[in-house]
């Protein structure tokens, strides 16, 4: 409620679980919401939780990905698809004779349309044009990515001439696939099969590190020719090899495997360069000291074996193909308005700010399922636009509009295992408590930082952060209705004369998805809860410095700490999403620190606004972050007796949980034109080497000794990891559910309360 209803609970009617529910049925969403009624949602969810709650085993997983179709039960698999990532073509779609038609017809002639029943005919000439293509895409395209990727689905030609109208950067190749005068600059990662790259090697048919290997790699580096990233591919495989080779030479363990003994230290005999090299990291170096005697190639070069897996691009190459994006964006800051970043690997919320402080014209930005940017990312990336649009505006320049997101989901593992879960907002289980209370925690931060911005599309319907939220495993109409009951509550009229009981039936169902969750009396709410205790208890958080319902606050924080001491569930849901460890994210991380020597991670960033409706649900309370001590006297009282004088702390965020801040990270100027920072990009680059290396070592030791057997006495060594021995791999394993608590909903447990919550007519 407002903070200032004082009349609030005056002329309240009934309304419990069954009144909301009715609600629901009867009436229609918030038209900003969606258009489509209860019923038809939690059918699409049912069935949508029904297709995934199904894992094949791991061999038809792999054989699936060599096959067009692979059929279980009902389900069907389609892994052989027309593309490699957004308008990268495969060649069974380029061999199509429309496609064919429409990349070979010249710019400046208009194109014969085919049948398309979603688009007028006169559209097609119009978009092919030399000069008014690109101008058209650029509309389309500030839309978001789903809005173009319609327009390209509607016919091949369509797809052609979308793909082929705005500047297209690949980022494995570090190199323009398509260059033209357009202000849109799409960045994508294409997926290539292992066999995709061999190509190149049977193409070319030279030796590997011969003189006119190196000779021909240069020159296709200076055309920009995209073997060049396969031939470099092939080429780094050879040089973690080289590397493995000589540290298990001088890392050599002459107690055995370091899993096997008791002994984890570095053996005595490893060489101080080895030491040097791998920085002391003991796992790194015992690692190494394992490994079997090298001699021709190991299993853990991924172009050993099948052609039809996906290609995995080095962390080194991935660090290197950063650099070099970020210098072109600086190179082309002067006219891109439109930014895409599809899947881009080591693109954290810091490298993104150095990007979007750095590409002063930038109006609208889209983040598309980039590894290490999570859901909890979108508030500090929301205070980031705040602070370049006040930094703008006092330059008269055009602000950040609108801001287009679909945060890293977590499919988990792909196969059937008695770990794998889906959970989409991380890798691993996170307690109940604080992941549906964070996650909703989240939304409505979000939701009123972007209305109070004026930002357009990322809570828009049919967009992509709706189409994650509502993907993510969760209570049917969950987020629906908490968005639907936000904005019937910010848009009360403040003097209908029944405002206090629409505001609280608002809240009700506002509050409801996260409490069915985590409550088990949640039916009889009325009248006690409903009158008594819904929105008459505030708690503010000493990590955000933010005020709201004590819903978002965990069950510890309510029952146990004092009031200055509590901590959002939103922030402690950014900390756990910060931290998890799984696809080597500490080890990417820690690259990215060193490229920020200057970053203030516990500093925090400027605050965007709520929008002012809102203020009843949450409020920024204190921005203090420095808590003084208290000048009490012992002084004598009214009675005679000497006593110190009562004293409530102040609530204050004195006690910053996620480091999410964005304060004092180098420029965009700075990457592609300073030297120091060059030269630390090359130390980094250097540095992820020695991360490849010892990735591909630990993976060498799985196959050496798998799961399952025991050879020459020594344990498997997968078990012995929390990744199952596969870092950033195919078979890396998730963390165990632990017994003693609830977790966060997967797609299964996600299944079953639906059927649950519709045989209760909730």
């Known amino acids: 409620m407002d903070f200032d209803d004082d009349d609030f609970r005056c002329r309240v009617t009934r309304y419990g679980m069954s009144e909301s529910r009715k609600r629901l049925s009867d009436g229609k969403f918030h038209p900003d919401v969606t258009t489509k009624t ?30 067009t179709f692979i059929t279980s039960g009902r389900i069907c698999y389609r892994l052989r698809r ?23 017809r010249p710019k400046t002639v208009a194109a014969v349309i085919e049948t398309a029943p979603f688009i007028p005919p006169e559209i097609v000439p119009v978009v092919g044009h030399l000069y008014l293509g690109p101008k058209i895409m650029e509309d389309v395209f500030r839309d978001g990515h789903k809005t173009a990727m319609r327009l390209s689905l509607t016919s091949s030609k369509m797809f052609k001439l979308v793909g082929d109208n705005v500047n297209r950067w690949d980022f494995c190749a570090m190199a323009y696939v398509v260059e033209v005068p357009s202000s849109v600059m799409i960045v994508e990662v294409p997926q290539h099969t292992i066999g995709d790259i061999l190509e190149a090697q049977k193409k070319y048919k030279l030796r590997l590190d011969s003189p006119e ?62 030491k040097q090299w791998w920085k002391d990291d003991a796992n790194g170096i015992n690692v190494m000291g394992s490994l079997e005697p090298l001699d021709k190639m190991w299993s853990a070069n991924q ?67 980039c590894p290490l940017i999570h859901f909890g990312d979108v508030i500090p990336i929301l205070d980031l636009i705040h602070e370049i649009n006040n930094d703008r ?54 939701v009123l930082k972007s209305k109070g911005l004026g930002l357009d599309l990322l809570f828009s319907k049919d967009h992509a952060f709706m189409d994650y939220l509502a993907k ?42 996260v409490r069915v969750a985590v409550e088990k009396h949640v039916a009889h709410d009325w009248p006690k809860y409903y009158l008594k205790k819904m929105a008459t208890t505030f708690f503010c958080c000493c990590s955000c410095g933010y005020q709201t319902f004590m819903e978002f606050f965990s069950a510890d924080s309510i029952n146990l700490l004092q009031p ?31 490229l920020c020597p200057d970053w203030e991670q516990k500093a925090f960033n400027q605050d965007a606004p709520l929008f002012r409706g809102g203020v009843g ?6 921005t203090e972050t420095v808590r003084h001590m208290p000048n009490l006297v012992f002084a004598e009282g009214v009675d005679g007796v000497y006593r110190w004088p009562p004293y409530w702390q102040r609530l204050m965020r004195d006690a910053k949980l996620p480091h999410d801040s964005l304060v004092k990270l180098p420029r965009l100027e700075d990457v592609a034109l300073d030297e120091a920072t060059g030269r630390r990009w090359l130390d980094v680059i250097a540095s992820a080497v020695r991360e490849d290396v010892h990735r591909l070592g630990i993976l060498e030791l799985r196959k050496t000794y798998p799961t399952g057997s025991k050879r020459k006495g020594i344990p498997a060594y997968g078990p012995t990891r929390e990744d199952g021995g596969a870092p950033d791999d195919l078979d890396e394993i998730q963390p165990p559910i632990p017994d003693e608590r609830r977790c966060f909903f997967d797609y299964s447990k996600a299944l079953d309360t639906a059927r649950k919550l519709l045989k209760e007519s909730w």
């Open 393 to 446: 505006r006092k330059k008269n320049m055009p602000k950040i509009e609108a801001f287009d997101f679909f945060p890293h989901f977590n499919q988990g593992t792909p196969y059937a295992h008695e770990n794998a879960a889906t959970y989409g907002i991380s890798w691993g289980p996170i307690e109940m408590d604080i992941a549906q209370r964070g996650f909703y925690a989240i939304i409505l931060k979000a």
């Open 564 to 594: 200055h001491r509590r901590i959002c569930c939103a922030c402690h849901l950014q900390k756990r999403l910060d931290a998890e460890t799984d696809h080597l994210k500490a080890q990417k991380k820690g690259l990215l620190d060193k």
């Open 213 to 274: 290997w190196k000779e021909t790699r240069q020159r296709l580096e200076s055309l920009q020719d995209f073997d060049n990233y396969k031939l470099r591919s092939i080429e780094m495989e050879q040089v973690f090899f080289q590397w493995a080779r000589i540290w298990r030479a001088e890392c050599l363990r002459v107690a055995g495997p370091y899993w096997a003994t008791d002994d984890q230290e570095i053996d005595p005999l490893t060489t101080d360069r080895a």
């Open 82 to 104: 027309l593309t490699k990532g957004p308008w990268f073509v495969t060649e069974r779609l380029s061999n199509r004779p429309a496609f064919k038609a429409a990349a070979s």
């Open 38 to 67: 209860a019923a038809q949602l939690e059918n699409e969810t049912i069935r949508y939780l029904k297709s995934r709650v199904f894992r094949p085993d791991r061999s038809k997983y792999v054989k699936s990905r060599k096959q």
């Open 617 to 622: 649900l949450i409020r920024l309370h204190s």
């Open 303 to 369: 172009f050993e074996g099948t052609k039809d897996k996906l290609h995995k691009m080095p962390i080194s190459l991935a660090m290197e193909s950063l650099f070099k994006l970020m210098t072109e964006l600086h190179r082309a800051r002067s006219h891109i308005e439109v930014l895409h970043l599809h899947k881009v690997p080591l693109l954290d919320r810091r490298m993104l700010a150095i990007i979007l402080r750095g590409l002063p014209h930038v109006t609208m930005v889209g983040v598309y399922n």
């Open 472 to 513: 993510v495993p969760n209570i049917p109409l969950g987020v629906y209705s908490f968005l639907d009951a936000v904005y019937r509550y910010i848009e009360v009229d403040r003097w209908a004369w029944n405002r206090g009981d629409i505001k609280l039936q608002a809240i009700y169902d506002m509050l409801k998805p």
